[in-house]
């Protein structure tokens, strides 16, 4: 169970493909898993298109770890929720062009994605998952280095700046 201090943070790849029009998504997982099914659920509220790719236990395993070598990514890091490596689900992000991108393992993590998403792309009813006030807090770092600029002044002065570079905490 995620506790209510644990950090979900996408990484900078993916808040840089928040607004990109045209991505190909695929959703990993075990078709049964109530994890997966929450995380396509969210894809789908989203309004955002996506593949979905089934396994079966175990032989999921070898498939993720394949697709972790695609991505030339290692294995998600531990959180609450998913202690295991090839944990489940996993949404694989490639460019139009079909140009491996990057990896968001966690359902928690995808439902976020899909909401900030949808919010970037102005699809009707983006605030079904998370509400209107579903913002990026960004490194102060990287927010200067980057000169982003985050709807309601999120910008990493908020308090709740990550440490890690590279990655941009969900709040």
């Known amino acids: 169970m995620a506790t209510a201090g644990e950090v979900y943070e996408l990484p900078a790849v993916a808040v840089r493909t928040l607004s990109e ?3 190909l998504l695929e959703l990993h997982g075990i078709s049964f898993s109530h994890y997966v ?3 396509k659920w969210a894809l789908q509220l989203s309004g955002l298109p996506f593949k979905a790719v089934h396994y079966l236990p175990l032989s999921h395993v070898l498939a993720i770890k394949r697709l972790q070598r695609r ?3 290692g294995p998600a890091a531990p959180t609450a929720s998913s202690k295991s490596p090839a944990a489940t689900p996993v949404l694989a992000i490639y460019s ?13 993590l ?3 994605y899909a909401a900030l998403r949808a919010q970037a ?6 605030a079904q998952l998370y509400g209107p006030a579903l913002t990026l807090a960004q490194p102060a770092a990287a927010a ?3 000169g982003a600029h985050f709807p309601n ?4 002065d908020s308090g709740s700046s990550s440490s890690s570079v590279g990655s941009t905490r969900v709040v």
Do not use: E, H, W, Y
């Open 21 to 23: 029009p045209a991505l």
């Open 37 to 39: 099914m929450r995380a």
């Open 71 to 73: 991505f030339q990514q």
């Open 96 to 108: 139009a062009q079909g140009k491996p991108l990057c990896l968001l393992a966690n359902s928690t």
């Open 110 to 112: 995808i439902s976020r």
């Open 121 to 126: 792309l102005s699809v009707p009813g983006a």
């Open 144 to 146: 200067a280095a980057a």
């Open 153 to 156: 002044g999120a910008a990493g």
